[in-house]
């Protein structure tokens, strides 16, 4: 490949559903003339390596082992997938990578980007999902290493987290099997992912959305805490979104006491929140299959000094802007519960409930730092 050619687009095929995935990735290779596809399955491979496989839709081209690195399987898909697919690029009109069951597009959409020089760009991302699937994988509360779908000796994901955040990262959903589905899957999965394109494996504009291009950046920034593009209020054939909101902070302990009914009140939920006692620290909230994952974000913008504003991205403050409060700025409750049966008013209330009361509000942040820190079981003790 000379500087003169243009980059190899290559186009990111996710998805827990390995059978639709890999028909979706066949059916790519069929109909998209000059197409290879490259998958590293970390599965099968023979100890310290990782088995790659390059096929176009003739069959099978080559077949070939990456070493382990660092005992983590998805470090060796990192360090393999570029040159194997820069190899292509004299040869190919389109790489089609098929990542492996737990593997996350975002990370691998990343790691593509940042070898743009290599010839390379990715061109779309697409989960390949059977909307019958889609509750039975958001219930799946097990451990990836339970299921055999670990990358690593220290991954710790489940398998319910990790199909949410592929199905939400992709803005294209390649649907298998549709007819199988009934109108509550199809509503739970258009509630999930309201914005991406639902597009039936065989549709002709399923081929053309390889090619449509992909903003790794900002796909990265709709999926931070501080300005991810949650969905909004819906509700339709049995399944309802609500979208939850409130301005006081929450009282440490009695949202700690709630957080197993809460994790428990939908098949997903996500969003932001700030605790009494950690009033400068954004927290986030990604639950799915009854576990819970909450983590520090980085400081609100109203905690920083105006100086630091200029050092973080436009849409961060953006997303700030639009939610400012006079007196807590962009500190907020903004969380989204997406779920078959939802129990909105129960929900509510509980969450509510949760929030400090007149009577703690009016001790003001200085009082609210002898609430008992009860999320120091979950995050880094406030120094």
Not at 289 to 302: D, F, I, T, Y
Not at 328 to 357: A, K
Request: hydrophobic residues 45%.
């Amino acid at each position: 490949m000379t500087d003169a050619d243009p980059p190899l687009p290559l186009v990111l095929v996710a998805g827990m559903h390995a059978e639709a995935r890999q028909r979706v990735v066949t059916w790519l290779l069929r109909t998209v003339p000059g197409s290879v596809a490259l998958h590293h399955d970390l599965g099968t491979a023979v100890p310290g390596t990782v088995t790659r496989v390059v096929r176009d839709r003739s069959g099978t081209l080559d077949v070939g082992r990456a070493p382990l690195v660092n005992d983590c399987a998805c470090c060796a898909l990192r360090e393999d997938l570029v040159p194997e697919v820069a190899r292509l690029a004299g040869s190919a009109r389109l790489a089609v990578v098929e990542l492996w069951d737990s593997v996350e597009p975002k990370a691998m959409a990343e790691v593509v980007a940042a070898h743009g020089g290599d010839g390379i760009t990715v061109s779309n991302v697409i989960t390949a999902v059977e909307p019958a699937l889609v509750l039975p994988s958001l219930a799946g509360g097990d451990d990836l290493s339970e299921a055999g779908l670990a990358a690593a000796p220290t991954d710790r994901r489940t398998v319910a987290d990790t199909f949410a955040r592929q199905l939400e990262y992709a803005p294209v959903l390649a649907l298998v099997d549709e007819q199988e589905a009934d109108d509550e899957d199809r509503a739970l999965l258009r509630q999930l992912h309201p914005t991406a394109r639902h597009i039936p494996l065989g549709d002709a504009e399923l081929a053309r959305a390889v090619f449509a291009g992909f903003d790794v950046e900002a796909a990265a920034a709709a999926q931070h805490p501080a300005c991810a593009l949650l969905p909004q209020e819906a509700d339709e054939a049995g399944v309802a979104t609500l979208v939850w909101r409130g301005e006081r902070p929450f009282h440490p302990e009695r949202l700690y006491q709630a957080l197993e009914d809460l994790a428990c009140a939908a098949a997903r939920s996500r969003g932001r929140f700030w605790l009494a006692d950690r009033p400068d620290t954004l927290l986030s909230w990604d639950a799915a299959g009854g576990a819970l994952c909450v983590e520090e974000s980085g400081p609100w913008l109203a905690a920083l000094p105006d100086a630091a504003w200029e050092l973080m991205p436009p849409v961060r403050r953006a997303a700030a802007a639009l939610d400012w409060h006079p007196e807590h700025g962009d500190r907020g409750q903004h969380l989204v519960f997406t779920s078959p049966g939802l129990d909105r008013e129960g929900l509510t209330r509980l969450l509510e409930d949760c929030l400090l009361t007149d009577a703690e509000y009016a001790a003001g942040p200085e009082g609210w730092k002898r609430f008992p820190a009860a999320f120091d079981a979950l995050l880094a003790p406030v120094s």
